[in-house]
């Protein structure tokens, strides 16, 4: 393993676990990088063509939940500060800040040597096959210039938001005022006393509002369309996503496959509730209204007053998660107006509903685009109604031009082009030597997502290095044609729903298939022990080992499990990820400090409502 070179482009959440998971099982993995430090996006940057996020932003997944397989979010010991131990994360809120975020990455980066092994501020150009066709060149800019580096495999972790989206803008040279792309935001004072307006109403344009609502003069809120909204929490102050054990999400992805009608209706039904409930949350409690009656105001109000609703389904999209965006709305901070339209004059700008209105700076939080013309030779489309094609010739394509079309045509979105990933990751012409960590887009917590990822990568190649020279079963893939046809069927399945609504989000998973393939690959061994509830699998567990079944099956659902059955004892390349001697306990704590929490919250709700 260790003459076999592998290049780690990108030192985000993604590429440092590709980084450890890699280097643990022996191979010569090199990472880059270029900023100077790691962390990816959580790494604050001033510098515009670096996506940051910002020291008020707040992680959307609880620390229960959050945290790597073998490094602990809270509680945990780090060394390299100086002649001392440091502990890290022991007072972090149940929802860690960025800065927060960007100190466990550092701290895990640390304590597994990772840094030894990085090449910072060098950016990676592009990627392509050598002229023999047996290895890949890296092609690299750093401080010493450009050079072509050689590497036998490549894993992409450089992140989905690296190109910024803009909508069209015909008449841009019109207007006289400020226009930026969120990547490109950084603080709200070069916007004090100004008139603004942030475009979009996701995640991103949301934190960018809430920063900049106490420094501007006015500030509008710009979308054609709404977003399912909710809030971390629970009415009794407990994070939502620790209700979802594993036994639960693999039901549901079971029925998401099997039913998935039924499950779209309910899980849209389930979140728009929520919304509303939470939205009640900041209704006047005047004396004599009912819950019900806050519940209907409420609704009208994020129906009617806001237009939140109706949003894209869960089945397209994420929700967002907000927990002062519905407030502020409330409080007159933040001004909802229909959707940027035009610029219309030197501070004016047209909105949809052709309304003028008067600016001196507008925000464009329109998302991102996965840059693949970094590797010109990986295959686009072929399934779907699109031809097959290079991500090379892809990139080519000349932008439509909106003062040609008419005014119904507005609307027209060229179709968007699809890698051709077999399970969101492997090229199936390049599944030995490439793989990619930055399309993913799942149900579950994205980071830990990546990281079990990984470790199904890891095993994969290691199994191939190995080879014949073990007799055991190891991580494999299936033949290219079966590869190219799994492809093909996730084409058309997400172009149909593409048409359906252009909100679709791009690498969207199929979880049903998507996490058993990744569990397998990497050898968790977890679905063999403890399934969804009609599986039949999970007695034997409870039976032999009823502390460990409970952590699992009711606590919440964290990665600290992936590395607590040890299914290859032997150290065998390509049968199972190495077990961490230090994960029951750390599942037992975990599941012992959420549940006082959660006691805690609940004491105080009822003392609240007393």
Known sequence: MENIKIAVIGLGPAGLTALKSLREEGFDAIGFERRGESGGLWSFSENATFTSALNETVCNVSKFVVSNSSRPLVGFQTRGCADSVCFVGKDYPPYPTGPQVREYFDSYARHFS??????????????????????????????NGEAILCFDKVVFGHGCESVPVWPPMPNRDRFKGLVMHSQAYK?????????????????TACDVSLALRRHTAKLYQGYRRGRIMVSRYLDNGVPVDTQFSWPTMRLKYFLDDKLP?????????MLTDKMISDAARFEPATAGISRKERL?????????????????????????????????????????????????????ILLQDDTIVELDAVIFCTGYDLDFSIM????????????????GDACKEEPIDRDDIGEADREHKRKPHLPRLFQMIFPPRWASSVAFLSW???????WCVCELASMAVA???????????????????????????QVDAYHTWWRGEWEKNNSMRSGYVRAYSFYRFLHDAAGTGLYDHLDHMFSGRGWR??????????????????SYSWRVLDTNPKGIPGCGRKAWKGARKTLREAYEDYEEFRRQAEARHKQSEA
């Open 114 to 143: 990772l840094l030894d092994h990085v090449r910072f501020n060098t950016t990676v150009n592009r990627v392509t096959r050598n002229t023999s066709g047996n290895a890949w060149d890296v092609h690299v800019t750093n401080s």
């Open 187 to 203: 603080s709200p004072e070069p916007f004090r006393g100004k008139r603004v307006l942030v475009v979009g109403v996701g995640n």
């Open 261 to 269: 009608w039924l499950m779209t209706r309910l899980a849209d039904k």
């Open 296 to 348: 209907n105001r409420a609704g009208r109000r994020v129906r009617e007053d806001w237009r939140l609703l109706p949003g894209p389904s869960l089945a397209h999209t994420h929700p967002a998660v907000q927990e002062d965006f519905i407030p502020a709305l409330h409080q007159g901070d933040i001004i909802p107006v229909q959707g940027f339209k035009d610029f219309a004059g030197d501070y004016q």
């Open 376 to 391: 010109p030779e990986m295959d686009m489309d072929g399934a779907g109604g699109l031809p097959l094609q290079t991500a």
């Open 440 to 446: 993913i887009a799942p149900q579950e917590n994205v």
């Open 459 to 485: 095993q994969i190649w290691a199994g191939e290095a190995a080879g014949s020279a073990t007799e055991q079963s190891y991580a494999s893939l299936p033949p290219v044609d079966e590869m190219n046809a």
């Open 541 to 558: 567990l409870w039976w032999h080992d009823r502390e460990l079944w409970t952590w699992l099956a009711k606590g919440p659902m964290n």
